[in-house]
Structures are given as C-alpha cells and as structure tokens.
C-alpha cells in the first residue's frame, strides 16, 4: 500500500467514528470483501496477505460491529461467504472517499516525478 493511501486510513482512523473503533486491517478487509461483494474467509486472508487465524479475528469484530455477515456457502455447507452489510459498504465507500480526497491532495516530491 502506499504511504499516502495508509497515511489517510490513519487519518480516517483517527477522525470518524465509526471508523476509530476499528484498525487499518479491518477497513483494508473491508474493502477486500465489498470490491469482490463476497469472499470466504481463506480467500480474505489471501487477498490482505494475512493468516487464516489473523483474517479470522479481524472478520469477529467487523459482523460484531455490524460492517460483515456470514451467508451459507451454497456449493459447500461447511463453509460461509462473508459481505458486507449496507452499514459496512456505506463505511467502505466514505474511506474510498476520503482516500482519493487525501491522496488526490498529496504533494508529490520533484524527484519521483521527473526522469533521470
């Protein structure tokens, strides 16, 4: 990720409320899920390049804050999907949002735009 990209997720983090509850990883989980409309929680732990164990807890607190559910997986009953709800894409677009403002109005340093 990119520092201006994680450094307005900090800045978010510390700013909305919904939002401060939560970590970096929970809103970069978020956005995995809302970006595929589902995804199981090995294909969530995949997509943000973390454990099963760490994907697990992350997706614990996003449905007990309201933000994921668990649907039954049609193909496999011994798994799920997790979504997101309504509250949790409503939240997902406001950081998408609130990203692309920031970054949009990120000062890039002469070195890294011109050519050597």
Do not use: K, W
């Not at 520092?3 to 809103?27: I, K, P, V, W």
């Not at 997902?92 to 340093?109: E, G, H, M």
């Amino acid at each position: 990720m990119r520092a201006a990209h994680f450094n307005a997720l900090q800045s978010l983090l510390a700013h909305d409320a919904e939002a401060g509850a939560l970590h970096t990883r929970h809103l970069l989980l978020l956005a995995a899920i809302c970006r595929e409309r589902t995804l199981s929680l090995v294909a969530a732990a995949a997509t943000i390049e973390l454990s099963y164990e760490q994907t697990s807890r992350l997706v614990r607190r996003l449905i007990e804050a309201g933000l994921l559910i668990r649907q039954p997986n049609p193909d496999d009953a011994r798994t799920f999907h997790l979504a997101p709800t309504r509250q949790g894409r409503a939240l997902d677009l406001r950081v998408q949002a609130y990203v692309a403002a920031v970054t949009a109005t990120a000062v890039v340093p002469a070195s890294i735009t011109t050519e050597a």
